[in-house]
């Protein structure tokens, strides 16, 4: 047999995920990314930054050198380079990269490699936890299908803010730091969302009272978008099962997955 060329090694190591070379390349590389990231918020901390700061620097040119070098090893050994270019994971390994490069033009833009967290995604291709991506599937196509019950929602809540906004700003008014009307649908917006900065407080016995009334709304309003995704996601999982039948029983409503039947344990037969 003819002894595998340069490129065909690379890419079983950069883009295998078997046990041997290519799952230990990827575990490596998963530590070297959650190591790069470590290293950034620590930089953050200004007495840390003070004692380590030229270290940390010189550690983050060594994860840009390497993730570099590596970007460009999966560009010379990808089948379809083009395709992993523009792929979700080959966009996230080029943005990984380039924030140090930027930094040197534009200060502070080191911080925007926290992106490379993305880069740990590869965990669900490494161990295999593709069932974890199936049942994010369903959550995603759950909002999918609530997005207009939910719009029609954010729309009548901004309807609110606006309606409770104008009240306060005409009864309260400047003097009690309701300001304009941006200023006082920021009121609005904290009120109802239960965040309650209290930087901005009606002193007015009917302000307290308009006040009290969006509180008590809220509550309600909270309530709406977990019934909505609820509904949604018990649809969702419903429409996800196959209709299969037991030849046995004859019940139907087993998932893909099954393998015997939930009623009267038969083996079921092949998913369509």
Known sequence: MAKPSLKARLYEVIFGTEPGPGRNFDIFLI????????????????????????WLFIAEIVFTILFTLEYIARIYCSPNRRAYILSFYGLVDLLATLPTYLSLFIPGAQH??????????????????????????VLIRSLISSRRKISVFLVSVLTLIVVFGALMYLIEGPENGFTSLPRSMYWAIVTVTTVGYGDIAPHTPLGQFIAALAMITSYAIIAIPTGILSAELIQESQRSM???????????????ESSFCHHCGEKLPPPN
């Open 31 to 54: 530590f070297i990314i959650l190591t790069s990231v470590t290293a950034l918020f620590v930089d953050s901390v200004a007495s840390i930054h003070e004692r380590f700061g030229d």
């Open 242 to 256: 196959n209709n299969r039948q037991c030849n046995s029983c004859e019940k139907f409503g087993h998932g893909k």
């Open 112 to 137: 925007l490699l926290v992106i490379r967290i993305f880069r740990v995604l590869r965990v669900f291709r490494v161990f295999k936890l593709f069932h974890y991506m199936s049942e994010a599937n």
